[in-house]
Nanobody
Framework: QVLLVESGGGLVQPGGSLTLSCAAS????????LGWFRQAPGKQRELVAV???????NYTDSLKDRITISRDYTKNTIDLQMNGLKSEDTAVYYC??????????????WGQGTQVTVSS
């Protein structure tokens, strides 16, 4: 079992930056990959970025020039740095944890989500 708690969401102006953080705890916290998904109103949840315990990362192509995922292995936390935010980045952002099998990240645990709103 992994408990995930997100923080850092809020309102930001277009072009601004924001860092989301996720703290993982529980028996599997240091074992699994950790990642971020987002879900905009009326849209499917989509992968944003994922990082495994060796530091391997994967970013969704449409965002990879504007985001960076990082992991603190001693604290079992991950950060998602987002720059050049656009209105279409408005969504609920979810932290997730699970195995990363070959090329597929399989989220098994979810946080409660944090709202990011990009608006002037």
């Amino acid at each position: 079992q992994v408990l995930l708690v997100e923080s850092g969401g809020g309102l930001v102006q277009p072009g601004g930056s924001l860092t989301l953080s996720c703290a993982a705890s529980g028996a599997g916290a240091g074992i699994y990959a950790l990642g971020w998904f987002r879900q905009a109103p009326g849209k499917q949840r989509e992968l944003v970025a994922v990082i495994d315990r060796s530091g391997r990362t994967n970013y969704t192509d449409s965002l990879k020039d504007r985001i960076t995922i990082s992991r603190d292995y001693t604290k079992n936390t991950i950060d998602l740095q987002m720059n050049g935010l656009k209105s279409e980045d408005t969504a609920v952002y979810y932290c997730s944890s699970g195995p990363w099998l070959r090329s597929d990240f399989v989220p098994a645990f979810w946080g409660q989500g944090t709202q990011v709103t990009v608006s002037s």
